[in-house]
């Protein structure tokens, strides 16, 4: 862990200087009538919730962050439901649906409770940067997250929530014991879904929908 946290803490400068996507902004459900088009052209309806979906609109536009690519992790569904979604916003079109975990002390089935504080072993919600690449001691191939919101995922770094592959995450898990397995905050997907997760997301945006 302590390798870990001296990793984080010296990559930390480089990759906050890290260029944001150049593509063109997403404003929020609030400010753009055309969301509600948005959502139908990417093919989500019925797959995605459209209240996530225009949550995590309106999270960008608070950031006044530009959205290319992003991951919507909708924390509202139960874990045996593959409720994390890459959505490419420029090409409208959904890249991947899959599974993915919540934290041990969120929930069961549901992830019921959220927490910012280290040790709470909880999912935080909110706008996440996903940084780079790394190499964890304990999961291997990871990436980084930043959280973006004050009070509510602002701890990430500190909490070294990553985005991270477990064998306690996939059909097999579920068919055992009813519900994925959980971690201590991270949003973890399965180790096979993982390299085409880090394709896909390494510098891009990750939103975490809960109550």
């Given amino acids: 862990m302590q390798l870990l946290v001296a990793f984080l803490i010296a990559c930390a400068p480089l990759w906050k200087m890290a ?3 150049t593509a063109p902004a997403i404003p929020g459900e609030s400010a753009d009538p055309e969301a509600g088009t948005l959502y139908h052209a990417c ?43 890459v959505v490419d916003l420029e090409a409208r079109k959904l890249l991947l649906r899959t599974w993915v975990a919540h934290g041990k002390n969120s929930g069961g089935l549901y992830c019921e409770r959220v927490s910012n504080v280290s040790g709470s072993l909880q999912t935080s919600k909110g706008l996440y940067r996903v940084g780079g690449k790394i190499s964890s001691p304990k999961h291997g191939d990871a990436l980084l997250l ?56 390494e510098g891009r945006l990750l939103y975490v929908h809960a109550n």
């Fill in 19 to 21: 260029p944001r996507a």
């Fill in 146 to 201: 930043e959280g973006l919101d004050p009070g509510l995922n602002s701890a990430a770094l500190r909490r070294e929530i990553i985005i991270h592959g477990a064998d306690y995450v996939g059909a097999g898990f579920i068919a055992r014991h009813g519900r994925l397995g959980r971690s201590f905050g991270c949003p973890a997907v399965a180790p096979e879904v993982l390299p085409q997760v880090i394709g896909l997301l």
């Fill in 43 to 85: 093919g989500l309806d019925g797959v995605l919730e459209e209240e996530a979906f225009h949550a995590a609109l309106a999270g960008c536009a608070k950031h006044g962050i530009q959205a290319g690519v992003i991951a919507i992790a909708d924390m509202t569904r139960p874990s045996t439901e593959q409720r994390f979604f």
